[in-house]
């Protein structure tokens, strides 16, 4: 079946320095692909999201890329900041259908 | 504010006792999904309806049932709780225009 791979699964990165999550999916069909982040006991929340008739997007410290060629997506965030400690998801449209293939999580880590 | 709401946000039930998880919105999206969720992991889809058509995911147990009564309400049926269905249990709304997902609090399930 289609499936969505995320690495890493934990990242720790020093405060204001960047931090980069990768995805990979397998449907060549998948045409949303959205960013969700999701802080301990709360529910998640989309903080960006990519159609596959764009090559990147950006708001504010944070951006995605999206290579069609490659089937593969990725979360750029900019200074962190220690507000930015949270679980992030990936997910991809299955084909152009409005659910979801979610991947795996990557819990990101702020070092003061 | 237009919204996702479950009630209630904690819910402590007996093994084998039924429970009934709620879930509205005032966003008048057309797609409800319920997910279930265990200690970060992704979000597992459970089922999700598409104005009154029910759809299930494969490998959802039996156990979990599933109402839409109108387009703001939503029901989770477990009809007989076991430890391992001990999770929270995210409900989501989205519309088929826009695919982004709007989910609730969540509901917390203890299963003593």
């Known amino acids: 079946g289609e499936n969505v791979e995320q690495h890493p699964s934990t990242l720790s990165v020093q405060e204001g320095d960047s931090a980069v999550i990768k995805c990979t999916y397998s449907d060549s069909a998948s045409n949303y692909f959205p960013w969700y982040k999701q802080e301990l006991g709360k529910r998640p929340q989309l903080i960006i999201d990519i159609r596959s008739n764009v090559g990147e997007k950006k708001d504010q410290r944070i951006a995605v890329t999206l290579n069609k060629t490659a089937k593969h997506f990725s979360l750029h965030i900019t200074e962190t900041q220690p507000e930015d400690s949270a679980v992030y998801f990936c997910?991809?449209?299955?084909?152009?259908?409005?659910?979801?293939?979610w991947g795996a999580g990557t819990k990101l880590i702020i070092k003061p | 504010d237009a919204m996702v709401i479950q009630n209630p946000r904690y819910q402590v039930t007996q093994f084998g006792k039924p429970v009934t998880l709620s879930c509205s919105q005032t966003?008048?999206?057309?797609?409800m999904y319920w997910y279930q969720q265990k200690s970060s992991q992704a979000p597992k889809l459970l089922f999700h309806?598409?104005?009154?058509?029910?759809?299930n995911e494969a490998d959802t147990p039996d156990n979990f049932q599933s109402r839409r009564p109108n387009t703001s309400f939503c029901f989770l049926d477990i009809r007989s709780p076991g430890l391992g269905d001990a999770a929270m249990y995210l409900c989501a709304t989205s519309s088929t225009d826009y695919y982004e997902q709007y989910f609730g609090p969540g509901t917390r399930l203890t299963v003593t």
């Open positions: 997910a991809a449209s299955v084909g152009s259908n409005y659910q979801l293939i």
């Open positions: 966003l008048n999206h057309n797609v």
């Open positions: 309806y598409y104005d009154k058509d029910f759809n």
